[in-house]
């Protein structure tokens, strides 16, 4: 079996597609969750059910809510370091940006180093 190829990216790239996959994954709970609702509905509909029955349905149904929301907590972690490896980054390019510019003042003039003969013309 040969090792998966993985592509070389941008670290904006590789924020991105850690950005898709979050939203994809509270895409998928948020499915699941609803499918817990649907079956709460259809036992509530049912009235043949006895409360044992219900009991054992509502331990269930806490099992996937509790690990949704481990799983919730997870992605929370995960938005938080992607947008604080954005912030880096954004803050790297100002940061690099503003040394190449900080010969202007803030009219607009440079103040760089000047040579006597660029003053006297």
């Known amino acids: 079996m040969s090792m998966p190829e993985i592509p070389n990216k941008s670290q904006e790239g590789a924020l991105v597609d850690l950005l898709e ?3 994809l994954e509270e895409t998928a709970l ?3 969750i609803n499918a817990e609702a649907e079956k709460i509905e259809r036992i509530i509909d049912d009235c043949n059910v006895t409360p044992q029955e219900i009991i054992n349905f509502q331990k269930e149904v806490s099992k996937v809510l509790k690990t949704t929301i481990k ?7 995960k938005l938080e370091d ?7 980054e ?3 390019c100002t940061d690099n940006h503003q040394d190449k510019d900080n010969n202007w003042d803030s009219e607009g003039y440079y103040k760089g180093d000047y040579y006597e003969d660029d003053l006297e013309d």
């Not at 799983?71 to 972690?77: C, D, R």
């Not at 947008?83 to 880096?88: G, I, M, P, S």
């Open 21 to 23: 996959s979050i939203a």
């Open 30 to 32: 948020a499915h699941l």
């Open 71 to 77: 799983k919730e907590m997870l992605l929370q972690f």
């Open 82 to 88: 992607v947008l604080e490896a954005q912030e880096k």
């Open 90 to 92: 954004v803050r790297s």
